[in-house]
């Protein structure tokens, strides 16, 4: 059978158990193949899919040094087998005009993948086997396939199904938001707003400004400085602003890229700080804030011991 070109689609965290699963998807077509890996490998995927620079080299960067070093060129990674609930993959390299294949874990297999930029295959057996398909607004699996899904009649019933992918912590950030937004006596909802929702709602976004050194008491004063100097950059009319509807979508690209079913705090904090017109930008580059520092500090949170992590409600 032939192999399936895929693309990595997602990296998610079981909220049960914080294990990771690696989402892959066929580059054309709808068929999605999900593999459970261990934490060390999906940071190793994650941090180069994100272009996290990180001080020393991780032993896929070694192991990619290795096969460039010597002469030898990766063609594709492949998904080839699944035997007693096992994925086996190989990475195949070319060498003295001879092709080798590595046996190696999935994981190993896709972090050499996206570091070397070459294709991600799965044999076809596989995903016949192993393969699901995903409803496109919630992430969740289904049995049938999409074209035989009934479109919703509406945009409204769209756009309110993606806010409820938006964990509770997240939607309690949005209504600060408004809450604040009602508090300065305006009709919409802008990135102002936004951040002031952040920063007043204690979750793991506080923990890591923290972390990384901001003072929160400061920000309250000077965000609302800044709404008052800037009220034509984002007033509009009654409802979300254009730029905080563009920061939720990049929150719920974020969740995606993260491997979380659902939008969280930080999430936002990264949509926030990725949309670089708005009224607070400047303040955010500042406080030296980009997506790097928030990536690299993320990660040291996600992996903290089990009794320091969040609830899984979070």
Known sequence: MPNIEMVIDSIRVSLMNYQRVVILKEKIGERYLPIWIGTSEADAITV???DVHVPRPLTHDFTCAIINTLGGTAKFAIVDKLEDDTFHSKVVVVANAKEIKFDCRPSDALAVAVRLG???????????????????????????????????????????????????????????????AKRLNHNFIGTGHLLLGLVKEVNIVTELLKNLGVDLAKIPAETEALIAER???????????????????????????????????????????????????????????????IYIELIRLYTRPWHQKPSPSN
Request: aromatic share 2%; hydrophobic share 35%; net charge negative.
């Open 48 to 50: 180069k899919m994100q």
């Open 118 to 180: 070459i294709p991600i295959v799965t044999d076809e057996k596989v995903l016949k086997k192993a393969g699901i398909y995903l409803d496109p607004e919630t992430g969740k699996p289904i049995e049938q396939s999409p074209e035989s899904k009934a479109l919703p009649a509406k945009k409204t019933e769209i756009e309110s199904s993606r806010l409820g992918i938006f964990s509770e912590p997240a939607q309690a950030i949005l209504d600060q938001a408004e809450s604040e």
């Open 231 to 293: 009220p034509s950059i984002e007033e509009e009319k009654a409802g979300l602003s254009s730029a905080v509807k563009e920061i939720i979508k990049l929150s719920i690209d974020e969740a995606k890229h993260l491997g979380s079913e659902r939008v969280k705090p930080e999430h936002i904090l990264l949509g926030l700080v990725r949309h670089n017109d708005n009224v607070v930008a400047d303040l955010l580059k500042n406080l030296g804030l980009n997506p790097e520092r």
